[in-house]
């Protein structure tokens, strides 16, 4: 993030604006939407400019600008459509300490101007750091289809109303309050009677919510899915996105946790096979404190919950210590995988079932039924496989399985970095080495990638 979005306070502060024609006709619409005392320099304004600086009593300066014109201003705007003016205008700027734009100069400005959607006091600005202003734009109109004309005068409303819902402890029973407000008794009233009775509406909310009972804390278990956050449930976004705490496992991608209130409390429990792990007893005690406590947890779990994530364990602590909780699904990692080589995890006439394996259990290396699973045609997704690559190789190759079956290593399914490494039985560990994958895998056994091109060799060309 090469800018730094901010909301500058340019109430009583000034902002020049120097040059004549289009581009500064453009910013002072725009500014004159603020606060500012605006001043414009141009030594010739058109007609459509000067009309606009009469009108709203801007100031304007009819000559080249100096540098005591920039003296206590805010921001800088160069506009004048040429680059000898702009750039002295610019230099100025930068010697009397003033922030400067120049129109359409992304390398000779200091800030940048977002894509503004306006539902004054509700701003949403959208930037694309300079490099795609039509993407922007774009995303401005879908906004401002989406948003609500009547958001503003909610947040009006709102804003006024604010010292009054200091009442309420901070946290969750002043969210709950204002969510019921903006979500829906507002709108309602609004659409229904007009902005004048917001106020005594909020009044009356306000009354009812301090006579209300503590709320209850309870615990989602919510599968995060593979890693990609376009994969995830919308149940799982919304949790997340209404969680007091998270505690989430070593294998949830960071682009995920952002998706998370950043005022929400964070407590990473990862688990590695074969290395540090936080003991589950921790993982349970943490979640039952804070449910207790009348939080929303989000216990976040990569992949689905329920497909070696100890949900079991969990779900009987909390019952036991009396905590209210529910289960949301997530894709899991066997499905990425499969999608990614464009497989399909059943076929008939291939496969009637579908082992679904764990390369390592509690006690160490995970023992399997591994007569069947070596019979031709059988398929396997492997989870944590990775460390007892050789283990389970052996295994098979033992109990009579074909050493030229196929085998697809997918490493960070579905994430930007994933990668496909293909395989046979018995080149499996020499690949692997050689590959030296450091992200998760999923090994699907008894799978290629429907692609031909995906060969072994041509992918570890890449490794070498």
Not at 13 to 37: N, P, S
Not at 270 to 289: C, R, V, W, Y
Request: charged residues 20%; negative net charge; proline residues 6%.
């Amino acid at each position: 993030m090469q800018h730094f979005p901010v909301f500058l306070d340019l109430a009583d502060r000034m902002v020049v604006i120097a040059g004549c024609g289009e581009f500064a006709l453009a910013k002072l619409r725009l500014l004159l939407k603020t606060d500012a005392k605006l001043t414009v320099i141009a030594t010739a304004p058109e007609p459509d400019l000067a009309a606009l600086i009469q009108a709203e009593g801007v100031t304007l300066i009819q000559r080249p600008a100096r540098p005591a014109d920039l003296t206590g201003a805010a921001l800088a705007y160069g506009a004048h459509g040429t680059a000898a003016e702009d750039a002295a205008f610019a230099a100025m700027a930068r010697a009397e300490g003033v922030l400067v734009n120049i129109v359409d100069n992304l390398e000779a400005s200091q800030f940048i101007t977002p894509a503004i959607v306006d539902r004054d006091p509700v701003t949403v600005a959208i930037g694309t750091e300079g490099a795609a202003p039509v993407l922007a734009r774009a995303i401005k109109t879908d906004l401002e289809a989406t948003l609500s004309p009547g958001l503003g005068a909610l947040a009006r409303a709102g804003k006024r109303f604010r010292p009054h819902a200091e009442a309420l402890p901070f946290g969750r029973r002043r969210r709950d309050f204002w969510s019921e407000f903006y979500f829906d008794t507002g709108p309602q009233v609004l659409a229904e009677v007009g902005e004048e009775l917001l106020e005594h509406v909020l009044h009356d909310m306000l009354r009812r919510h301090l006579a209300a009972e503590d709320p209850e804390g309870r615990v989602d278990l919510v599968g995060a899915g593979p890693g990609d956050p376009e994969l995830m449930t919308q149940r799982a976004r919304r949790l997340l996105d209404l969680a007091d705490v998270v505690i989430h496992d070593r294998l949830v991608p960071e682009a995920i946790l952002e998706l998370a209130r950043r005022e929400a409390l964070f407590i990473a429990v990862g688990k590695e096979g074969f290395g540090p792990s936080t003991p589950q007893d921790e993982i349970n005690a943490q979640m039952i404190h804070h449910a207790q406590n009348g939080a929303l947890v989000v216990r976040l779990k990569g992949g689905d919950a329920s497909i070696f994530g100890r949900l079991d364990e969990e779900t009987q602590a909390l019952t036991e210590a009396g905590v209210d909780w529910a289960v949301t699904p997530g894709i899991t990692a066997a499905s990425a995988a499969a999608a990614a080589i464009g497989r399909s995890l059943t076929q008939r006439g291939r496969n009637s079932d579908l082992r679904i394996l764990t390369g390592h259990d509690i006690q160490g290396f995970a023992d399997h039924d591994w007569h069947t699973l070596a019979a031709p045609g059988a398929v396997a997704a492997i989870y944590m496989g990775k460390r007892a690559a050789r283990y389970w190789q052996g295994r098979l190759l033992m109990h009579g399985a074909d050493g030229a079956t196929p085998v697809t290593l997918v490493e960070n399914a579905s994430r930007p970095d994933q990668r496909i490494i293909t395989t046979t039985l018995d080149r499996l560990t020499a690949d692997l080495a050689q590959a030296a994958p450091s992200g998760p895998v999923l090994t699907l056994f008894g799978l290629a990638p429907a692609r031909a091109a995906a060969t072994l060799p041509t992918l570890l060309e890449e490794f070498a």
